[in-house]
């Protein structure tokens, strides 16, 4: 079974950087991209960047440049995503999901998501 | 960057009846997929490839499309399907829509 565990809810203080976690199993890891996903207010879906586990390869929402790095550890399925310089316009739910060329890139498995607030 | 403008944002429906959600993009696009999100949870894929059922969907999905314009429709509305519904498009950057509300009457 595909599963994608993300790390806890975090509170962080404006300024601070944190790292959300999401570990893969039931599937080759590095046979599938990455993408990450932040939810405002319960409702819109921006894409933050996807990262290619086999080689490392990564590519970036504009928007999220200098905001979000991808990385990636093959040796425990885990993709990483670190957010720098947090703000209150950081606060949301951030989901990593995976996506798959053979659906045209659709994202057919997500994690559960993990909240993020910034407040001081 | 691609805009989906999704139509209409809040849809009410009774129980059996057919709808329809629209997906317009700004410029054209290759395929759309999309996706649905039940309050609380993480978004699901419905229709890859503008017409695709994913694994474990009900037949009553149905996506169609081309272009800047695409549907997602639903033959016999249930209760289970109160959900937000999502466009996504991956042919040029990647970009959701704004989201449609469905209410079950």
């Known amino acids: 079974e595909v599963q994608l565990q993300q790390s806890g809810p975090e509170l962080v203080k404006p300024g601070a950087s944190m790292k959300i976690s999401c570990k893969a199993s039931?599937?080759?890891?590095?046979?599938?991209?990455m993408n990450w996903v932040k939810q405002s207010h319960g409702k819109n879906l921006e894409w933050i960047g996807l990262i290619n586990p086999y080689n490392g390869g990564t590519s970036y929402n504009q928007k999220f440049k200098g905001k979000a790095t991808l990385t990636v550890d093959k040796s425990s399925s885990t993709a990483y995503m670190e957010l720098l310089s947090l703000t209150s316009e950081d606060s949301a739910v951030y989901y990593c999901?995976?996506?798959?060329?053979?659906?045209?890139?659709?994202?057919?498995?997500w994690g559960q998501g993990t909240s993020v607030t910034v407040s001081s | 960057q691609i805009v989906l403008t999704q139509s209409p944002a809040i849809m009410s429906a009774s129980l059996g009846e057919e709808i329809t959600l629209t997906c317009s993009a700004s410029s054209s696009v290759s395929y759309m997929h999309w996706y649905q999100q039940k309050s609380g949870t993480s978004p699901k894929l419905l229709i890859y490839?503008?017409?695709n059922l994913a694994s474990g969907v009900p037949s009553r999905f149905s996506g169609s499309g081309s272009g800047t314009f695409y549907s997602l429709t639903i033959s016999s509305v249930e209760a289970e399907d109160a959900a937000d519904y999502y466009c996504?498009?991956?042919?040029?950057?990647?970009?959701f829509g704004g989201g449609t509300k469905l209410e079950i009457k």
């Open positions: 039931g599937y080759s890891f590095t046979g599938y991209t």
């Open positions: 490839s503008t017409s």
């Open positions: 999901a995976r996506s798959v060329v053979a659906k045209g890139y659709a994202m057919d498995y």
């Open positions: 996504h498009q991956w042919s040029s950057y990647r970009t």
